[in-house]
């Protein structure tokens, strides 16, 4: 049975493509850039090629092309205008927009093209940090909308991982580690999302630093057996939807009675949860962060 999701609402199309519903009406009935379908109570609803004629549209149009000089265009000519355009543009917009069909149509090959197209133009990092970043918070607001599923999530992210995975095995098979200094990167119980500590895990080998991951839902005493082997070391945790709010001052206040007995060990974290807290209150062995790049500055 195919799953693959084929049809989009209006209200889809918006969502994908940040269009406002009202003017793809009106570029419907002006222009006739789309020929949506209805339901037999009248709804429109579109198709994949409809959301991909759409985006094409909108990133012409958001790069200087006039609605009515698309309009006059060939469905290929409008392809081969994107890509010459996509060629010289400095936003990621294209990039984006394509990580998100191959996504939504489940298409590993349109990933990884896509993927391969952008190394020849930057390195990994720099397209982390440009695209990968910025479209994680797309798909974010798209899941919360119900414009995609959990599935389309987990297709994506998965890919992801994969390539830190693999960037991240090429740098820890030729640096150098200095082991003076340890970093320890886990994530609280229950807290799955580790993308954005895979990625600092990555940028602490790049700079010669030794890294230990320990990944998903570590409970704290089970960090506690790494004082008995290293005497400087930084923890570092990603709070996205844990600890929950209600209990973050507590299990900090847990994290730095068991964990925090030395000067040289600190904590660092970075998250969304943060905003639960008084930041001016943490101890001084806690440091927030409030972005990747700002906690990659300090190391």
Known sequence: MNNVKSTFSIKDLENLTGIKAHTIRIWEKRYNLLQPE?????????????????????????????????????????????????????TNNHSIDT????????????FYDTYEGLLKEKTFIEMFYQDFIPLLSEIGMLWQTDTITPAHEHFLTSLIRQKILINTEKLQSKNQIDTN????????????????????????IARGHQAIFLGQSVPLNSL???????????????????????????????????????????LWIIGRMLEELDLNKLPKQITPFNTIEELVKKL
């Open 181 to 204: 200094k340890v970093f320890v990167l886990y994530l609280p119980d229950n807290e799955v999302h580790e993308l954005g500590l895979m990625i600092i895990n990555h940028e602490i």
């Open 99 to 110: 990580f998100k069909l191959s996504m939504l149509n489940f298409d590993q090959k349109l």
């Open 224 to 266: 506690k057996d790494l004082l008995s082997y290293y005497d400087d070391i930084t923890f570092v945790s990603y709070f996205t939807v844990k600890p929950e709010k209600e209990y973050i001052d507590e299990y900090l206040k847990d994290f730095s009675d068991n964990l925090l007995i030395e000067k040289s060990i600190k």
């Open 38 to 90: 209805r339901t037999d109570t009248n709804i429109r609803y579109y198709s994949l090629g409809n959301l991909q004629k759409l985006l094409n549209i909108s990133y012409l149009n958001n790069n200087g092309y006039k609605i009515s000089k698309i309009a006059s265009l060939e469905n290929d000519e409008v392809t081969k205008l994107v890509k010459e355009v996509a060629q010289s543009d400095q």
